[in-house]
Structure formats: structure tokens, C-alpha cells
């Protein structure tokens, strides 16, 4: 627990409006793709065909939508974002395995490892100063 509190004390001490904005389109983009996955439920089911043989193929479509969008959400208002992130990682390295093992695309590897590498980096990092997490931190 020490760990996570001088993590944070470091974060904030060097915290950047354009992180805070990484931050907060990484959000957009989740919440848009969680969007998107609702309105073409087919599309979603596509993409995770070469997992569902080795069952779970249901949970995983209720579970991917959902997650983008309520974690995108918090995300960019920084609300539990070590949380919301952590919501994310599963579906992420899912997205990247899901390009090895069905068919290979390269732009949508690209983008899931992108994504992936921006969550780890924010699930280390936090919300930053310009988060809900700073700010409910300072009306302690």
C-alpha cells in the first residue's frame, strides 16, 4: 500500500496538462468502441469467434461492451482510474491475442497494442492532478 501512496505522491508532484489529455481521449476512444460493439453486436461476436471455442464466448459479450464504455467513462473523468484500467487489461490482451490467433490485422494490432501499452502505462501513473481521484484526495 506504501507503494501505490508514494506512487501517487510522484505522479502528482510531476503531472502534465497533455497527459491529462492522453488520458482523457484513451477514454473517448474506449467509450466510442464500447459504442460502437453495442450497435453492431455481430461485429463484436466476429471478433471473439476464435476464442469462443474454448467457451465463455457469452460472458465475453457481455463483458467487453460494458467494461469500454462505463470504464471509458471513468477514465476521462479520472474517477477510479487504476480501476477502470484494470477493468480494461483483460479485454486488451484479449484484443491483442485475438489478431494472433484469428485473422491477422495488422491496423487493429497496431491499435490494441497501443491502447494496451497507454492502460499500463495509466494503471502505474493514475489520474493525475487534473483527475476526480486528485481532487476527492484533496477535499479529505
Known amino acids: ?17 497533455p497527459l491529462d489529455l492522453v488520458r482523457i481521449v484513451l477514454g473517448v476512444f474506449l467509450f466510442m468502441k464500447g459504442v460502437s ?9 466476429d ?30 473523468f479520472g474517477l477510479l482510474t487504476r480501476w477502470a484500467i484494470a477493468a480494461q487489461l483483460p479485454v486488451l490482451f484479449g484484443a491483442v ?8 490485422h495488422s491496423e487493429s494490432l497496431i491499435l490494441a497494442i497501443i491502447v494496451l501499452l497507454l492502460c499500463i502505462f495509466f494503471l502505474f501513473y493514475g489520474g493525475g492532478k487534473h483527475s ?3 481532487y476527492f484526495k484533496m477535499q479529505q
Open 37 to 45: 460493439f453495442v450497435t453492431n453486436a455481430q461485429y463484436l461476436h
Open 47 to 76: 471478433l471473439i469467434s476464435p476464442v469462443d471455442q474454448y467457451g465463455g464466448g457469452m460472458f465475453l459479450l457481455h463483458y467487453i461492451a460494458p467494461a469500454h464504455m462505463i470504464g471509458g467513462i471513468m477514465i476521462v
Open 1 to 17: 500500500m506504501e507503494n501505490v501512496k508514494s506512487l501517487n505522491k510522484w505522479a502528482n508532484a510531476h503531472t502534465y496538462l
Open 97 to 104: 491475442l485475438v489478431n494472433f490467433m484469428g485473422r491477422m
Open 132 to 134: 476526480a481521484d486528485y
